[in-house]
Antibody, heavy 121, light 110 residues
């Protein structure tokens, strides 16, 4: 059973960098899947952030691309998210996901439990 | 405002059938991109319900079904149960905006 677990600071200062890690168990991060991040402001809808393949190839949401970096560490079986220059609008639950293969859009067949990150001084 | 439009809310009594629409345009659903659906029970992470317009992942009851026609897609739930109450999101790809989610629909079981 694939399990994903997010970890990282729950509070980030404005203009700082949000950094989260997703640990993967029950599956190989090097298999033919993409791994990604989706966020959800409290009480609002879902927003796709981006995905990474084990080769390092990435796809980012155009609206966040200038501030986002997703990386993978196969030896640690984890992938990470960095979001720079954060503001209060980046306050959200952040979910790491496994994406199924296929034509776009990739569907997210496994989700972490989510982690709330608040941007505040 | 999402480019994929869903009704903010729908409701139905136990045992009834409800349908949630996801309306797009010629640059997304109408361009023959797949539609996926997710269920989010309050306080939990979203869960994949339907992928590739009509396919159900293992473990999803056959009470849930998806369809697509033209620039719109629909999620139908038959035999409504109290445990179905939650938010439902469609997802597709827009040729100008990339991967998009609908705004979400809150399902209330009366």
């Amino acid at each position: 059973q694939v399990q994903l677990r997010e970890s990282g600071p729950g509070l980030v200062k404005p203009s700082g960098t949000l950094s989260l890690t997703c640990g993967v168990s029950g599956d190989s991060i090097s298999r033919n899947n993409w791994w990604g991040w989706v966020r959800q402001p409290p009480g609002k809808g879902l927003e796709r952030i981006g995905e990474i393949y084990h080769s390092g190839d990435t796809n980012y949401s155009p609206s966040l691309e200038s501030r986002v970096t997703i990386s993978v560490d196969k030896s640690k079986r984890q992938f990470s998210l960095k979001l720079m220059s954060v503001t209060a609008a980046d306050t959200a639950f952040y979910y790491c996901v496994r994406a199924g293969l296929g034509p776009p859009p990739l569907y997210y067949d496994h989700w972490g439990q989510g982690i709330l990150v608040t941007v505040s001084s | 405002q999402s480019v994929l439009t869903q009704p903010p809310s729908v409701s139905g009594a136990p045992g009834q059938r409800v349908t949630i629409s996801c309306t797009g345009s010629s640059s997304n659903i109408g361009a023959d991109f797949d539609v996926h659906w997710y269920q989010q029970i309050p306080g939990t992470a979203p869960k994949l319900l339907i992928f590739g317009n009509t396919k159900r992942p293992s473990g999803v009851p056959d009470r849930f079904s998806g369809s697509k026609s033209g620039a719109s897609a629909s999620l139908t739930i038959t035999g409504l149960q109290a445990e179905d109450e939650g938010d439902y999101y469609c997802q597709s790809f827009d040729s100008t905006l990339s991967v998009m989610f609908g705004g979400g629909t809150m399902l209330t079981v009366l």
